[in-house]
């Protein structure tokens, strides 16, 4: 006991550590004469720092949100260290010098709030490190902050994208349960882990991007991460490389309906509407049933995708419990939501093809998306001044908007109003659940030529078309196209129609007032209004309407 003290006494923390944490330390060395605190920035990790010892000194102002903080007292090296600092109390918000200790790894990093920040639950990393109270704020500092940045040539840098955001063109909610099971075994589950690995960083994770976590399937399921944990690709590849084998048998039934319940809630950080997938990864067969699971994954919203390796020979099918446990697991039964690899060899060329399944949102079929929770209907401008030949790119334009939603009897619905002076309803929400029907009907809409009220059309439309569907569970949409100044007022109509929960998408072509534009769009109006001067131009803008729909949907399920 005495000597623990001494040990205390010599490292200045006798009041911060308990006697089993003051063990786990380096013996204390003398600091060097003169020697000063490294300055580091708010987001320096553990991992950053290459020493057993360091003094380094926190910057004042971090916000608690930027920092990530894995465990309590003791803390794996992917934390940030001043976020440590603060949630141990050792430094406030304000900064100031700490002193890092590094101790080796373990499991079960606790999940602790303390001094407004939550630290998360981890369940192993390789290496720890713990903080105490460092040199007085008041000597000198020298030196640079620490940072993978690239110092100053001198040059003007070129603008880079940010890849904190990640990639915004799939953003989804991602859980890989991986094979840990005695079928794999210990090589390829490595070989696994690297696969994974590579698909992360294709995917542009980031905090505006896919968010992904990890499920060991094996004996019995565990998550080694979740959503929330992670929100950079390089974060999510060390993670995957401290992922430990369990063994055991391949209960991938049971890991899947634990996943689909357990994986995806607000408080692990599930995004509202955002698509919700799993990525189940099979070597060989499952030991258990997976048919129930199947089914609670479509129940819950999962788009359960396969990755099926060292698929059964004919020879071996005998073995396997229920030879179409791949049918029976998939949120349907197509060749999407499968994906076959012969071996763990040589696999980089299979992980774009995967990437592609993975950010193909339009296709998520089991989960309530943009592409299948939606009503929209389009009012299409049948005026004198557009023309037969326009009118047809019209038509060619809202065709080819339905064609990336999912139509059916409980998803998107579409509808179609023609105006002039007078509207004419080609065909409404309930008429048509198959989406090559619609198609068909709008490539054989009649021109009808006339004058131009589009207030009186917008009107029309909320009354007619959306009126019958104002209890649908489904987000209400009206994307108009006119090519000219309407006769009456569009001012009045159209903030009537948003008022009633309709988000309004204008589109000018040629001779449209821009005014009118902005008055007919819903708010910001610089998103929901679009221009063209040409009527070929009209299918240069679909990407533009598609990703409006869906960014209003995400907004409106927050």
Same mark, same amino acid.
């Given at each position: 006991?005495?000597?623990?003290?001494?040990?205390?006494?010599?490292?200045?923390?006798?009041?911060?550590?308990?006697?089993?944490?003051?063990?786990?330390?380096?013996?204390?060395?003398?600091?060097?004469?003169?020697?000063?605190?490294?300055?580091?920035?708010?987001?320096?990790?553990?991992?950053?720092?290459?020493?057993?010892?360091?003094?380094?000194?926190?910057?004042?102002?971090?916000?608690?949100?930027? !920092?990530?903080?894995?465990?309590?007292?003791?803390?794996?090296? /992917?934390?940030?260290?001043?976020?440590?600092?603060?949630?141990?109390?050792?430094?406030?918000?304000?900064?100031?010098?700490?002193?890092?200790?590094?101790?080796?790894?373990?499991? $079960?990093?606790?999940?602790?709030?303390?001094?407004?920040?939550?630290?998360?639950?981890?369940?192993?990393?390789?290496?720890?490190?713990?903080?105490?109270?460092?040199?007085?704020?008041?000597?000198?500092?020298?030196?640079?902050?620490?940072?993978?940045?690239?110092?100053?040539?001198?040059?003007?840098?070129?603008?880079?994208?940010?890849?904190?955001?990640?990639?915004?063109?799939?953003?989804?909610?991602?859980?890989?349960?991986?094979?840990?099971?005695?079928?794999?075994?210990?090589?390829? !589950?490595?070989?696994?882990?690297? +696969?994974?690995?590579?698909?992360?960083?294709?995917?542009?994770?980031?905090?505006?991007?896919?968010?992904?976590?990890?499920?060991?399937?094996?004996?019995?399921?565990?998550?080694?991460?979740?959503?929330?944990?992670?929100?950079?690709?390089?974060?999510?590849?060390?993670?995957?490389?401290?992922?430990? +084998?369990?063994?055991?048998?391949?209960?991938?039934?049971?890991?899947?309906?634990?996943?689909?319940?357990?994986?995806?809630?607000?408080?692990?950080?599930?995004?509202?509407?955002?698509?919700?997938?799993?990525?189940? +990864?099979?070597?060989?067969?499952?030991?258990?049933?997976?048919?129930?699971?199947?089914?609670?994954?479509?129940?819950?919203?999962?788009?359960?995708?396969?990755?099926?390796?060292?698929?059964?020979?004919?020879?071996?099918?005998?073995?396997?419990?229920?030879?179409?446990?791949?049918?029976?697991?998939?949120?349907?039964?197509?060749?999407?939501?499968?994906?076959?690899?012969? $071996?763990?060899?040589?696999?980089?060329?299979?992980?774009?093809?995967? /990437?592609?399944?993975?950010?193909?949102?339009?296709?998520?079929?089991?989960?309530?998306?943009?592409? $299948?929770?939606?009503?929209?209907?389009?009012?299409?401008?049948?005026?004198?001044? /557009?023309?037969?030949?326009?009118?047809?790119?019209?038509?060619?334009?809202?065709?080819?908007?339905?064609?990336?939603?999912?139509?059916?009897?409980?998803?998107?619905?579409?509808?179609?109003?023609?105006?002039?002076?007078?509207?004419?309803?080609?065909?409404?929400?309930?008429?048509?659940?198959?989406?090559?029907?619609?198609?068909?009907?709008?490539?054989?809409?009649?021109?009808?030529?006339?004058?131009?009220?589009?207030?009186?059309?917008?009107?029309?439309?909320?009354?007619?078309?959306?009126?019958?569907?104002?209890?649908?569970?489904?987000?209400?949409?009206?994307?108009?196209?006119?090519?000219?100044?309407?006769?009456?007022?569009?001012?009045?109509?159209?903030?009537?129609?948003?008022?009633?929960?309709?988000?309004?998408?204008?589109?000018?072509?040629?001779?449209?007032?821009?005014?009118?534009?902005?008055?007919?769009?819903?708010?910001?109006?610089?998103?929901?209004?679009?221009?063209?001067?040409?009527?070929?131009?009209?299918?240069?803008?679909?990407?533009?309407?598609?990703?409006?729909?869906?960014?209003?949907?995400?907004?409106?399920?927050?």
């Amino acid at each position: 006991m005495a000597a623990a003290r001494i040990a205390a006494l010599r490292l200045g923390v006798c009041l911060l550590l308990p006697l089993p944490l003051l063990l786990l330390l380096p013996p204390a060395s003398a600091s060097s004469p003169g020697a000063v605190p490294i300055a580091i920035t708010c987001l320096t990790r553990g991992l950053d720092i290459r020493k057993e010892k360091a003094d380094v000194l926190c910057p004042g102002g971090c916000s608690l949100e930027e !920092f990530s903080v894995f465990g309590n007292v003791v803390y794996a090296s /992917v934390s940030s260290i001043c976020g440590a600092a603060v949630h141990k109390g050792v430094i406030s918000t304000s900064g100031g010098p700490v002193r890092i200790y590094s101790l080796p790894g373990r499991e $079960n990093y606790s999940s602790v709030e303390a001094n407004g920040i939550q630290s998360q639950m981890l369940s192993r990393w390789s290496s720890s490190f713990t903080v105490t109270e460092g040199k007085s704020a008041a000597q000198e500092v020298t030196g640079q902050a620490v940072s993978t940045a690239r110092p100053s040539t001198g040059k003007r840098q070129k603008k880079t994208p940010d890849k904190k955001a990640g990639n915004k063109d799939c953003k989804a909610d991602i859980a890989f349960m991986i094979d840990g099971s005695f079928n794999i075994g210990q090589r390829r !589950f490595n070989l696994q882990k690297n +696969f994974i690995g590579k698909v992360a960083l294709m995917l542009g994770i980031g905090t505006e991007g896919p968010h992904v976590g990890i499920v060991q399937a094996s004996e019995h399921p565990k998550i080694e991460f979740y959503l929330k944990n992670f929100t950079s690709a390089k974060d999510v590849v060390l993670a995957i490389k401290e992922v430990g +084998f369990r063994g055991g048998n391949s209960n991938t039934g049971k890991a899947l309906k634990y996943t689909a319940e357990k994986f995806f809630t607000p408080e692990t950080g599930m995004r509202k509407g955002l698509p919700k997938v799993v990525v189940v +990864f099979i070597d060989g067969w499952p030991s258990d049933d997976v048919e129930e699971a199947g089914i609670v994954a479509r129940e819950f919203g999962v788009n359960v995708f396969v990755v099926s390796v060292n698929k059964p020979i004919p020879e071996e099918l005998g073995m396997v419990k229920d030879v179409a446990f791949i049918d029976k697991m998939v949120c349907r039964n197509t060749d999407f939501f499968t994906y076959n690899m012969p $071996n763990w060899f040589s696999t980089t060329k299979y992980v774009k093809p995967l /990437v592609q399944k993975l950010c193909t949102h339009e296709q998520m079929l089991c989960s309530k998306t943009c592409y $299948n929770s939606v009503n929209i209907a389009f009012l299409i401008d049948g005026s004198s001044s /557009v023309g037969e030949s326009n009118f047809q790119l019209e038509l060619q334009f809202a065709a080819n908007i339905v064609k990336m939603f999912e139509v059916s009897d409980i998803g998107t619905k579409i509808a179609a109003v023609q105006f002039t002076y007078d509207q004419r309803i080609e065909f409404n929400f309930n008429d048509y659940n198959v989406k090559e029907n619609i198609l068909e009907v709008i490539s054989n809409i009649r021109y009808m030529s006339g004058g131009t009220a589009t207030g009186e059309a917008i009107a029309f439309t909320m009354r007619s078309v959306f009126g019958p569907v104002r209890d649908s569970p489904n987000k209400n949409f009206l994307v108009v196209i006119t090519d000219g100044q309407s006769y009456d007022d569009v001012l009045g109509p159209a903030a009537a129609a948003q008022d009633a929960g309709i988000t309004i998408f204008s589109v000018g072509v040629a001779w449209a007032p821009l005014d009118d534009l902005k008055d007919m769009a819903s708010k910001p109006k610089e998103e929901h209004s679009f221009f063209t001067k040409e009527f070929t131009g009209l299918e240069a803008l679909i990407p533009d309407v598609i990703r409006g729909i869906c960014g209003d949907f995400v907004a409106s399920q927050q």
